[in-house]
């Protein structure tokens, strides 16, 4: 009588079984590390763009919130100059009221003036350039240190060639972040 155990696996089932997870395990783990690696470049760059279209809206607001006159550069900075103020005059002539308006120079002192630049702001320690409008540094993950502004002028005063009447503003931001590998470009133009 002849008695037979076959629980267990052979030594041929055994070396099979390793050599596909051999196989199949780096490949789950490459998939699932660039599955990971990629969502956090989205995340980060999704956040960046929002910062970037934060900064652009906030320019734009800048031009619309308050009348100016005329924009000026100088060194990366633009400044949005209202130096004219409209002067109502009341005329009576033959029985009749009238009105004239003129445009009046401010006096320079009185000048209201908005800036927008990119300065040098300190984030968790480290040393990154920011958007600053009038003053106010704008609060964002990204370093703007490649970024500018450029003014472009299609019309001047005829008197003063720094002051730019009519013009297209460009912005250029290049926007770094330790968890994302090359800088994110972004352009924007806008006129006025």
């Known amino acids: ?8 696996l052979t030594l ?5 079984v390793l050599a596909i997870t051999a196989i ?3 490949v789950i783990y490459g998939v699932f590390h660039t599955g990971i690696n990629l969502y956090n470049k989205i995340q980060v760059e999704g956040q960046l763009r929002d910062d970037a279209d934060y900064a652009v809206s906030m320019m734009m607001n800048s031009f619309n919130s308050i009348p100016f006159d005329y924009a000026t550069t100088d060194d990366g900075r633009i400044d949005l100059v209202d130096a004219e103020q409209t002067a109502i005059t009341e005329n009576t002539k033959d029985n009749s009221t009238f009105y004239t308006y003129s445009k009046e120079e401010i006096d320079p002192k009185n000048t209201n003036t908005r800036s927008i630049e990119f300065v040098e702001n300190t984030v968790d320690g480290k040393e990154i350039q920011s958007v600053s409008i009038d003053g106010n540094i704008m609060e964002g993950n990204g370093d703007y240190s490649a970024s500018s502004l450029k003014l472009r002028c299609s019309d001047t ?7 730019c009447l009519h013009g297209i503003i460009e912005v ?3 926007i770094h972040n330790a968890r994302i590998e090359r800088p994110l470009t972004l352009e924007s133009r806008f006129g006025f």
């Open 1 to 8: 009588m002849k008695i037979l155990d076959e629980k267990g």
């Open 12 to 16: 041929v089932e055994v070396l099979a």
């Open 24 to 26: 199949v395990l780096p």
């Open 157 to 163: 005063d005829r008197n003063d060639r720094s002051k």
């Open 172 to 174: 250029n931001f290049t």
